[in-house]
C-alpha cells in the first residue's frame, strides 16, 4: 500500500502568502503602468488653469522735455536776455502755451519765479499784468475753468483755491469756485487764489479779456 506524503500546515500557509504577495505586486504594476487619477483632479486642473494672468502695470508716462526756445527768444525782444537757466513748467503745458520762469528759487524761499511768463508758439504773451494777450490764452481749446485757475493763479505767484479748501479770511458767502464764461466777445475768468507770501493771504482775481485789451483786478480776501 502506498502512503502519501502528508504536507504540513505551515508549508499551505506559505503558499498562500506567497500567491497574495504576487497578486499584489501584479496589481501595483497594472496601476502604475495604466495610469491613475485621483478624484476630482481634473477639476482641480481646470480651476488653476482658468484663472486670468495678471498683466502687469502700465509703465509710468515719461515727463516731456523742456522746450525754452520761444521763451528766450521772447525775452530778448523784451530787452531782457538771460543771463541764467530758462525753465518750462511742463505740467502746465496746453495746446500751444507753454510757461515758462528763469533761474532757482532756494528750496522754502519765499522768493517768487523770476520772469513767469505763458508764450505760445505764435509769439503771444501773459505775465501777471493787463499788458498781455489774455484772450489768446483763456480762448485756448480744452481749457476749463479749473485748467485757467491753475495757470493763472501760477503766473501770480499763488495756488488756486476749490471750495473745499475755504480761504481763511475771506467770507464764506464770497467764495465761490472758478469760472471761465464766453459772451458777446469777452471772456469772463474768476476765480480764488492763496499767494504764496509769508503769511500767505486770500485772493480773488477777475479777467475780463476781448481782442482789443483786457481788464484785469485783483481783489485781497480782506477788502471783500
Not at 501773459?126 to 483763456?138: H, I, K, R, S, Y
Not at 469777452?186 to 493771504?201: L, M, N, V
Not at 483786457?214 to 481783489?219: E, I, W, Y
Request: charged share 20%; glycine share 8%.
Amino acid at each position: 500500500m502506498k502512503v502519501v506524503p502528508r504536507i504540513s500546515k505551515s508549508c499551505v500557509v506559505r503558499s498562500m502568502a506567497l500567491k497574495f504577495v504576487v497578486l499584489f505586486c501584479v496589481g501595483v504594476v497594472a496601476v502604475c503602468c495604466c495610469g491613475y487619477r485621483p478624484p476630482n483632479a481634473g477639476a482641480q486642473f481646470q480651476l488653476t488653469s482658468a484663472a486670468p494672468l495678471q498683466e502687469p502695470p502700465p509703465a509710468p508716462e515719461a515727463t516731456p522735455a523742456e522746450d525754452t526756445a520761444r521763451y528766450v527768444a521772447w525775452m530778448e525782444k523784451q530787452a531782457k536776455p538771460l543771463n541764467d537757466k530758462p525753465h518750462e513748467v511742463v505740467s502746465l503745458r496746453i495746446g500751444d502755451w507753454g510757461f515758462f520762469y528763469h533761474g532757482d528759487r532756494p528750496v522754502g524761499s519765499w522768493r517768487p519765479l523770476q520772469g513767469r511768463t505763458a508764450v505760445d508758439r505764435s509769439g503771444h504773451a501773459v505775465t501777471e499784468t493787463e499788458n498781455g494777450d489774455w484772450f489768446a490764452l483763456l480762448s485756448t481749446s480744452d481749457l476749463d475753468a479749473a485748467g485757467a485757475l491753475k495757470r493763472v493763479a501760477w503766473l501770480f505767484n499763488a495756488d488756486g483755491l476749490v471750495p473745499t479748501a475755504k480761504p481763511r479770511t475771506a467770507r464764506g458767502d464770497k467764495f465761490t469756485a472758478p469760472a471761465l464764461t464766453a459772451k458777446d466777445g469777452a471772456i469772463r475768468f474768476q476765480g480764488w487764489c492763496e499767494a504764496h507770501s509769508d503769511p500767505p493771504y486770500e485772493m480773488r482775481i477777475t479777467i475780463v479779456a476781448t481782442i482789443k485789451g483786457t481788464k484785469l483786478v485783483v481783489d485781497p480776501a480782506s477788502k471783500l
